[in-house]
């Protein structure tokens, strides 16, 4: 089946450095790729929508600056957070949409956690 | 706006009890709905998805869901619950119908005692 990894699980970084997680779709090719954060005990939120090949769609709130998306690739996204402050310490979740998963159906990564000092 | 409602944040249940999980929508329309499950570790897993037809879904690990148009609520259930079921649950609806903006509930962390 679907399947999409992420890298970093989990990253400890100081305050004020950039911190990139990679989102790859292994065995299909991802149109479209979703970055969400979710807070301890907290629902999932989405962040943005990236399409390979074209700039990101973020959501109301999100600062784009602050969290740079690329999807260079039918199967890699990326998600830098730049100048990380404590306050952008969370888990974050990224999605893929493709062939394989399906056109309504997201296969979902297992998370990086950010933890920033 | 358009929401997500999981009203039990923390549900525990003996194992081989049944379950039920509550999820309601606040939609007019009938919207794409999902059950998701999180464990530590790992990504979220698909359970089942309603997209139209038969409102009593089936899905993976012996879990089922059912629409209710009138409640605005797709609740999960299972018959017999197994130990391995304790985990983050995530009821999570598109509202776009376009498969592109999943609007997640706050989840429902169930534990099984043994």
């Known amino acids: 089946g679907a399947v999409v990894s992420q890298h970093p699980s989990w990253v400890i970084c100081k305050s004020g450095t950039s911190v990139k997680i990679e989102c790859r779709s292994l065995?299909?090719?991802?149109?479209?790729m979703f970055w969400y954060r979710q807070f301890p005990k907290q629902s999932l939120m989405l962040m943005a929508t990236s399409n390979e090949g074209s700039k990101a769609t973020y959501e109301q709130g999100v600062e784009k600056d602050k969290f740079l998306i690329n999807h260079a690739s039918l199967t890699l996204s990326t998600l830098t957070v730049t100048s990380a402050h404590p306050e952008d310490s969370s888990f974050y979740i990224c999605?893929?949409?493709?062939?394989?998963?399906?056109?309504?159906?997201?296969?979902f990564g297992a998370g990086s956690r950010l933890t920033v000092l | 706006a358009q929401s997500v409602t999981q009203p039990d944040i923390h549900i525990t249940v003996s194992e081989g009890a049944s379950l039920e999980l509550r999820c309601n929508y606040s939609?007019?329309?009938?919207?794409?709905l999902f059950w998701y499950v999180q464990s530590p570790g790992q990504g979220l897993q698909l359970l089942l998805k309603?997209?139209?037809?038969?409102?009593l879904v089936q899905g993976i690990k012996g879990f089922e869901a059912e629409f209710k148009r009138s409640q605005s609520s797709f609740n999960l259930r299972k018959p017999s619950v197994h130990w391995s079921d304790a985990a983050e649950y995530f009821c999570?609806?598109?509202?776009?119908?376009?498969?592109?903006?999943?609007?997640f509930g706050t989840g429902t962390q169930l534990k099984v005692e043994l």
């Open positions: 939609y007019g329309a009938t919207p794409y």
């Open positions: 999570a609806v598109d509202f776009t119908g376009g498969g592109n903006k999943l609007t």
């Open positions: 065995d299909f090719q991802a149109t479209t």
């Open positions: 309603y997209f139209s037809g038969d409102t």
């Open positions: 999605s893929a949409r493709g062939s394989l998963s399906g056109a309504n159906v997201l296969t």
